[in-house]
T-cell receptor
Framework: GAGVSQSPSNKVTEKGKDVELRCDPISGHTALYWYRQSLGQGLEFLIYFQGNSAPDKSGLPSDRFSAERTGGSVSTLTIQRTQQEDSAVYLC?????????????FGPGTRLTVL | AQSVTQLGSHVSVSEGALVLLRCNYS??????LFWYVQYPNQGLQLLLK??????LVKGINGFEAEFKKSETSFHLTKPSAHMSDAAEYFC???????????FGKGTMLLVSP
């Protein structure tokens, strides 16, 4: 069956530009998570959605980061005025619910390089 | 608050040897523990998880892990390494009321012939 998909797979941008990263979760999964994987910080949580709602945005590194989810499905992570320290792999995951025991299924990630 | 420590950023074994990847956790509430594997340029794939049922958990590809509360550990083992096991392995923790995963720094497993 279809897994979590992310696009683009790679994105190279110039410092100061805005970027949008897209995540298509597994159909029917109500919970969606964004994580960031970087050499210095490892894997860190950014934000999660239950349906279209994001109750906790405290994991977003700065106010340049925002995310939304529409129709309980696709999610977009937007980074405004990108900086070099934003370079990382952005991973999206989905699960059938927000239960802590539910498996989170990860997409292949978007590798973002900010020049 | 919760955290995960993975001892050893790199572990090298010979094909056919025992694989042991260490994970220790810290959590103020009963934890749920996960091991994920990441192959190059791919996302994370769940190997196994502990959700407070049996303390010895069996996963895919012959891996297993044992939850030891007294040692706050959840080490990953496989009796006999295969070349295809070469990848990066991540231990993660969640807890009741907090479903987001907190990951360790990862351990790269290298398998030599």
């Amino acid at each position: 069956g279809a897994g979590v998909s992310q696009s683009p797979s790679n994105k190279v941008t110039e410092k100061g530009k805005d970027v949008e990263l897209r995540c298509d979760p597994i159909s029917g999964h109500t919970a969606l998570y964004w994580y960031r994987q970087s050499l210095g910080q490892g894997l860190e949580f950014l934000i999660y959605f239950q349906g279209n709602s994001a109750p906790d945005k405290s994991g977003l590194p700065s106010d340049r980061f925002s995310a939304e989810r529409t129709g309980g499905s696709v999610s977009t992570l937007t980074i405004q005025r990108t900086q070099q320290e934003d370079s990382a792999v952005y991973l999206c995951a989905s699960s059938s619910s927000l239960a802590s025991t539910d498996t989170q299924y990860f997409g292949p990630g978007t590798r973002l390089t900010v020049l | 608050a919760q955290s995960v420590t993975q001892l050893g950023s790199h572990v090298s074994v010979s094909e056919g040897a025992l694989v042991l990847l260490r994970c220790n956790y810290s959590s103020s509430v009963p934890p749920y523990l996960f091991w994920y594997v990441q192959y190059p340029n791919q996302g994370l794939q769940l190997l196994l998880k502990y959700t407070s049922a049996a303390t010895l958990v069996k996963g895919i590809n012959g891996f297993e892990a044992e939850f030891k509360k007294s040692e706050t550990s959840f080490h990953l083992t496989k009796p006999s390494a295969h070349m295809s096991d070469a990848a990066e392995y991540f231990c993660a923790v969640s807890s009741t009321g907090y479903s987001t995963l907190t990951f360790g720094k990862g351990t790269m497993l290298l398998v030599s012939p």
